[in-house]
């Protein structure tokens, strides 16, 4: 019999950057696990994300920071294992406090998808200095605003996804969206579906709010058949300002 503490509060990821001595934090964000509005429906492998995370106020992020990301890495360093490149936190921001619900040693998706447009420096720079153990500071920065990555999925989606439907609109987006492909294919010069998740939308704005509208203006230019896109990534952001 295992007995669990039972956590309950929003989730949350907290990614950073280390060197395995130097950690760096990134911009805070949150996924959006099930299929459906309101957080109903299966569970998939993420349908948005937006960051930063308003859940996640700077002192929230010092605490995570200092009682649990440089902990981790000093941990590992003192067992002889450098850790270097990305660690993710999966949060709940309990009534006690932040904890920990999962840790991944990868980028998170499709939280990387909003996080790292915000980054206002050089990812291959900081990258390479986590391998070389030369992580400074000042190479990583935040740009101000937020971003707002969007899912758009095939239809049956998570049971089953369909491929071969084709993909219209991606060049009409604007020019400053972020179009990320992950479950799409060329053939006969058109792109079409090849996965449950085909494409994250990414747009930046100067506050959430117009970072979730842009990203969704851009969603309807895009269309292909049995799509499925959930309309309120973003809202629980939004509804935490109020
Ligand atoms: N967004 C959850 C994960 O990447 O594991």
């Given at each position: 019999v295992v007995v669990e503490e039972m956590l309950t509060g929003p989730e949350c990821s907290l990614l950073a950057f280390t060197d395995g001595i130097t950690v760096r934090p990134m911009a805070t964000s949150q996924d959006h696990?099930?299929?459906?509005?309101?957080?109903?429906?299966p569970n998939t492998g993420g349908m948005g994300a937006y960051a930063p995370?308003?859940?996640?106020?700077p002192e929230l992020v010092q605490t995570v920071y200092d009682t649990i990301l440089v902990p981790v890495v000093q941990g590992l360093a003192n067992e002889g294992i450098t850790y270097q490149g990305c660690l993710y936190a999966g949060l709940m921001i309990t009534a006690g406090g932040p904890k920990v619900v999962e840790f991944n040693c990868r980028f998170g998706d499709p939280e990387t998808q909003a996080v790292l447009?915000?980054?206002?420096?050089d990812l291959a720079q900081i990258m390479y200095a986590c391998t070389q153990g030369t992580?400074?500071?000042?190479?990583v920065h935040w740009k101000q605003g937020a971003a707002c990555c969007v899912i758009m999925a095939s239809k049956g989606y998570p049971a089953s996804s369909h491929k071969g439907d084709v993909i219209s609109g991606?060049?009409?987006?604007?020019?400053?969206i972020v179009v990320f492909h992950s479950g799409t294919k060329k053939a006969d010069g058109l792109y079409q579906t090849n996965g449950g998740r085909v494409l994250g939308v990414t747009a930046m704005g100067e506050d959430l709010k117009a970072a979730i509208d842009k990203a969704y203006v851009n969603v309807r230019k895009i269309s292909f058949d049995g799509q499925q896109v959930r309309s309120d990534i973003g809202a629980k952001g939004l509804r935490h300002l109020k």
């Open positions: 696990k099930r299929a459906l509005e309101g957080d109903l429906g995370a308003p859940v996640m106020t447009p915000l980054l206002d420096g992580l400074r500071r000042d190479m991606l060049d009409a987006v604007d020019d400053d």
